[in-house]
């Protein structure tokens, strides 16, 4: 843990060969991250940019692309878990999370058998599969977590997305006696990179909707008690330099929690903040005043969210595309 006393982990929001054989063990030794997450457009930047993966693809020409990504993403995430598995052993998280084809979004049975074969092939017990909050991925979530496979469940920006997620999880673990580790990502700087200017020029306050909405979020999963069950806080990155880069680290820092974020964004965190006691959660009545604001402007927020689960599900879509495209 980042903060033992909090329950609060910090994990890395990147992928990449070179980085895991190196900075990836140095973060990990030092204590500042216990875990791992990773996505379509990660993997494209890693598999696009660096020549670290120049070796394995040229002995992997006759497999189709999306075999190609797969080869080299499973390598990854093998090496990754490889690395954290002697924090899993203690208890101290230890996973990283590998995200089913975004295509699949809308297919459970698709999506099932995506997770299934994926955490066999990559056969590490601390490997988290990734799945988009939509109707197919509750349902895909539920048989994952009822044959005892960790569950990322990722691109949550509303409430009910995050409700049906651990509803999913119940149900899952209905089956037997085994605890199965969860956690339910909550995307948070996207919403405020959607509207600050528009608050902005309304004279409202800007770079907190996205953490006001999370902290909703956070309370209503927290009073479920799922067992094994947290909120891990994404999409933590700043953009741009009107914020101070671990501005949502700091302003989401929970008991019970996870924060996944860029290296930038962690090395701000670690050696700037010294702040160590929970902030979550926010009371009702100021996230309520501050969304009335929002309402008066004619801002409807649930259409915002809405647009950025469709936005969401598109980049990943596109990330991955082009990683097909270019393999």
């Known amino acids: 843990m980042y903060i033992k006393e909090l329950k609060f982990s910090l994990w890395a929001d990147f992928i990449e060969r070179e980085y895991l054989d190196n900075e990836f063990k140095d973060l990990i030794k030092k204590g ?9 457009a990660i993997f494209k930047s890693a598999i696009l940019t660096s020549s670290a993966y120049k070796e394995q693809l040229s002995v992997l020409k006759s497999l189709s692309p999306k075999q190609k990504y797969e ?27 590998i995200e089913v084809d975004p295509y699949l ?5 698709a999506t099932i058998e995506e997770g299934k ?12 599969i990734k799945i988009p909050a939509t ?28 409700l049906s997620c651990a509803n999913a999880f119940i149900e899952g673990l209905k089956s037997h006696n085994s ?14 990179r959607a509207l600050d200017e528009r608050l902005a020029a309304g004279g409202v306050a800007v770079a907190l909707c996205g953490i006001y909405n999370s902290s909703e979020i956070y309370s209503e999963i927290e009073k479920m008690r799922i067992e094994g069950c947290r909120v891990l806080f994404a999409s933590t990155g700043v953009k741009g330099n009107s914020l101070k880069p671990h501005y949502y680290i700091e302003n989401l820092l929970a008991y019970n929690s996870v924060n996944t974020a860029p290296l930038d964004t962690i090395e701000s965190f670690y050696n700037e903040s010294s702040l160590r006691d929970g902030v979550l959660p926010i009371s009702s009545a100021i996230i309520k005043e501050h969304f009335k604001k929002v309402s008066d402007l004619g ?20 990330a991955f595309k082009d990683i097909l495209e270019a393999l």
């Not at 991250?33 to 379509?40: D, E, F």
């Not at 954290?84 to 990283?96: I, Q, W």
């Not at 605890?179 to 919403?191: A, G, Q």
Request: aromatic share 8%; hydrophobic share 45%; with cysteine.
């Open 105 to 109: 979004c809308d297919d459970a049975d």
């Open 179 to 192: 605890k199965v580790d969860t956690v339910i990502s909550v995307f948070v700087s996207r919403i405020d």
């Open 135 to 162: 109707e197919a991925g509750y349902i895909a979530m539920r048989e994952l977590v009822k044959s005892k496979i960790p569950v990322n469940a990722t691109l949550i920006f509303k409430k009910s997305q995050a």
């Open 299 to 318: 801002i409807a927020f649930e259409a915002v969210l809405d647009g950025q689960i469709r936005d969401g599900l598109e980049s990943f879509k596109i």
């Open 117 to 128: 074969r994926l955490f066999k092939q990559i056969g590490r017990e601390n490997v988290m």
């Open 71 to 97: 080869a080299v993403a499973i390598f990854d995430i093998q090496k990754a878990a490889d690395i954290l598995k002697p924090l899993y052993d203690v208890g101290n998280d230890g996973y990283v999370s």
């Open 32 to 40: 500042i991250i216990n875990g791992a997450t990773s996505n379509p």
